[in-house]
């Protein structure tokens, strides 16, 4: 489902989501993968433009299938799928290993890098992510959950998160 005007996959990303429109952005940007778009999922709705994926940790708040078909968000175990309408809903989680994506073996090391892997169906990958911050661990996955979602090789995901450079301010780029 793409937008009629430039022929992207659109991903949307909900509010609140900077720091993992951020990464998603910038895992697109490194695997070359100009097919692909990434909105604000209210800017969409307003528009009235469909997303291949939505990035939220808020599914019940964009449980529109007709614009949203495909949801991925943070795993808890008190969250029930049965209430979702999305056509497939993904996972990802720092803490739960029942998540279809999780960040393991997770090592906040000196020098500000974080050293984790990405466990899902059928693939792990090591990542040393340039940052001091462990939320920046769940925004990494997050991004790297929606961008495998969405049809980005796990090869290119891991290439991309590996080689970003070191920043302060992650939000000045969204």
Do not use: W
Request: glycine fraction near 8%; proline fraction near 3%.
């Amino acid at each position: 489902m793409a937008d009629r005007n430039s022929g992207q996959k659109m991903i949307a990303v909900s509010n609140g989501a900077e720091r993992e429109c951020y990464f998603l952005k910038q895992i697109l940007n490194c695997s070359g993968r100009d097919t692909f778009a990434v909105l604000m999922a209210e800017e969409m709705i307003k528009r009235g433009m469909k997303a291949t994926v939505l990035l939220t940790d808020k599914p019940e708040s964009y449980n529109m299938p007709s614009f949203f078909p495909i949801c991925v968000t943070e795993f808890f175990p008190e969250q029930g799928k049965e209430n979702m309408n999305f056509q497939k809903l993904v996972t990802y989680s720092t803490e739960y290993d029942h998540a279809d994506f999780t960040a393991r073996n997770i090592r906040m090391l000196q020098g500000r890098m974080a050293a984790f892997e990405i466990v899902g169906v059928g693939i792990i990958g090591r990542v040393h992510l340039c940052t001091g911050r462990r939320q920046d661990v769940k925004s990494a996955l997050a991004a790297a959950a929606t961008a495998i979602t969405a049809g980005i090789p796990f090869a290119k995901i891991i290439g991309a998160l590996n080689g970003f450079a070191c920043c302060e301010n992650l939000a000045s780029d969204i």
